[in-house]
């Protein structure tokens, strides 16, 4: 009685018209909020009718190319509405077969007799996938690309910038803001490197017929592949089972999950230079409502998005890796996961991408902040150079390291600065006069190759952009 109740009210029929409308097409959970347009636009069922018909068409021109099937096979081919393949497929159990079958009645007889001849279904449905994910990858370098040459803008203009560098959430050493910027060129350019790495194996079509041995065709197998692909512009697998290998799927998850994972590492940097007590770089969101409850607060929301759904990302990465391990020759554990994941590891980075540039393109910078922060400790966050400078004038590590730390420790507590501590220590200035010190303890002078380093990541991701 209960349960009849449930399942009467409100919110349970809201729930089950939700799934309903995500089984209506290959999106779900991201179709409503997060993906561009562009990106949604590939993950339809019409879009991937489409592309399955784009693999039948080529199979079928191939075989008139090897002599399997007569000139006229291709008669009266022509796209159909994808809902009536899946209206057929609720009466048959079968997606493939009732595109076929609908494709069947608008051929030709000779068209009847060869179209998917010597096919499997994932000949079909793996090739599609590949011709959709192939898309959705110009899109993603597209956006990266664009990321990249913010940052590498960015990095020249903030090289001379100095603020303090951070580790352990602890004041280090001087660094600039450009040098910040460009460890994230790096890290990026890396991530469009490994893209375009992957889609030599990932980007290939996959043609073998049942089982994978191309039995069906007549010792024109490799031949029929071959030109298939070429009339998709893909490459191809060498062999296969019934199904591609699922290790470049694996692949392309884990490129995504580290590409998601840096550009939250850079989220996660702005979320905390964003602190009040901090107030280095922000998001500028002065228009937008902070927080329903405090008018004055300005919350980070576009970065912690971008941690949010970065951690979406790196959650669907181990079903990826289910899927390599399948039966035999196959089985269909990794199809209902595929249709879903696929979309959804796609649509999130993309989202991440989108939401990143945004980010940059509304990013404030306060260097008068930076300077003041850098100052905090007195310059005893150039100790590092003063323990260097000692050692050069003959003292031991450990008697330096030793001497360096007392002093500092001292002028901390005292709320002194390394210098003012450092000149009244007769074991400092028996080996360094004032102008010394003034000179070691200067940030700007302890900066080390940052300019070069700069330079070296800037040429690196121009080549590496400039080739893929």
Known sequence: MIMRELIKSSLVKCIIGVILMCSRDVLCVFEWRYGSKEMRGLFTRKKFIEYMIKVEKALLEALVDVGIAPSDALEGLETIDPAKVYELEQSIGHEVASLVFLLSEKLGETGKRYIHY????????????????????????????KIIGKLMEMSNKYRKTIMVGRTHGQHALPITLGFKFANY????????????????????????????TMAAWSKMGRRIRELVAKKLGLGYHLISTQVAPRDGLAELASTLAILASQLDRFAVEVRELARPEIGEMWEKREEKIGSSAMPHKINPVTAERI????????????????????????DLSNSSFERIQIPHIILATDQVLDDTIHLLNNLAIDSNR??????????HNLAEALLNALINKGLSRKEAYSIVMELSRKGLAEGKSLIDTAINDPRITKLLSRKELEDILKPEN???????????????????????
């Open 370 to 379: 930076m300077k003041a922060n850098l100052n905090l400790l007195k310059g």
């Open 118 to 145: 010597g096919a499997t279904s994932n000949d079909i449905i793996d090739t599609a996938y590949t011709l959709i994910i192939k898309d959705a990858l110009k899109i993603i370098k597209a956006k990266l690309r």
């Open 446 to 468: 302890y900066l080390g190759e940052i300019d070069e380093l700069i330079d070296d990541v800037l040429d690196y991701a121009a080549k590496v952009i400039g080739k893929c």
């Open 185 to 212: 060129v790096y890290e990026l350019t890396r991530s469009y490197e490994r893209i375009c790495d992957l889609e030599h194996r990932l980007l290939l079509a996959k043609m073998g017929g049942a089982v994978g």
């Open 307 to 330: 941690s949010g759904i970065s951690r979406v990302i790196r959650s669907m990465v181990p079903g990826f890796f289910d899927n390599i391990v399948l039966w035999h020759e196959r």
